[in-house]
T-cell receptor, first 119, second 114 residues
Framework: AQKITQTQPGMFVQEKEAVTLDCTYDTSDQSYGLFWYKQPSSGEMIFLIYQGSYDEQNATEGRYSLNFQKARKSANLVISASQLGDSAMYFCAMREGQWLTGGGNKLTFGTGTQLKVEL | ETGVTQTPRHLVMGMTNKKSLKCEQHLGHNAMYWYKQSAKKPLELMFVYSLEERVENNSVPSRFSPECPNSSHLFLHLHTLQPEDSALYLC?????????????FGEGSRLTVL
């Protein structure tokens, strides 16, 4: 089974509207971390937001928020007030287990969602 | 220079060539990573170096050989590659373990194997 599932290969949203990008994950670990990255056409992966499994509050970073539903194992990204510059691929990723010194932060990624913002 | 820089940005090589990809991070991080990104597939973790020791080799064929001479530099040596190795190779770094530990990525090296 896939560790990270992103079921929306492509999404369209109108400028200034909000959009939700779906992500579900699969892990038996109690301690894990969830990440969202944006990849514009230039290729660079840009970190957007992080949610730890023990964090009780949903993470927010500016126009980005993470709708974390632990029991459903979902970590959806919400982008408010979409802008043309938000058009890009968006990846959900997970780190499983405790993060130990010297172990590196090994992330497993989903297949991504291509978001296009229209006028 | 800031962030993570990768060179070359584009590389075309024959199956019998030997080439190297270079990654340099200017963030003072202590962990570095190689990921492979192929079309319509999730990013695949290839190698992880933490504190200059290789801590992960994710069943990568031996035609890919990583090298981490210090905490700021990471190389991926390529030899006798196959056409299916054509992909975007992304380098990343992080501070291990601190906070969320997000990875900072370079813009990638686009490899085409003829």
């Amino acid at each position: 089974a896939q560790k990270i599932t992103q079921t929306q290969p492509g999404m369209f949203v109108q400028e200034k509207e909000a959009v939700t990008l779906d992500c579900t994950y699969d892990t038996s670990d109690q301690s894990y971390g969830l990440f969202w990255y944006k990849q514009p056409s230039s290729g660079e992966m840009i970190f957007l937001i992080y949610q730890g499994s023990y964090d009780e509050q949903n993470a927010t970073e500016g126009r980005y928020s993470l709708n974390f539903q632990k029991a459903r194992k979902s970590a959806n990204l919400v982008i408010s007030a979409s802008q043309l510059g938000d058009s890009a691929m968006y990846f959900c990723a997970m780190r499983e287990g405790q993060w130990l010194t010297g172990g590196g932060n090994k992330l497993t990624f989903g297949t991504g969602t291509q978001l296009k913002v229209e006028l | 220079e800031t962030g993570v820089t990768q060179t070359p940005r584009h590389l075309v090589m024959g199956m019998t060539n030997k080439k190297s990809l270079k990654c340099e991070q200017h963030l003072g991080h202590n962990a570095m990573y190689w990921y492979k990104q192929s079309a319509k597939k999730p990013l695949e973790l290839m190698f992880v170096y933490s504190l200059e020791e290789r801590v992960e080799n994710n069943s990568v064929p031996s035609r890919f050989s990583p090298e981490c001479p210090n905490s700021s530099h990471l190389f991926l040596h390529l030899h006798t590659l196959q056409p299916e190795d054509s992909a975007l190779y992304l380098c990343a770094s992080s501070q291990d373990p601190t906070g969320s530990g997000e990875l900072f990525f370079g813009e990638g090296s686009r490899l085409t194997v003829l």
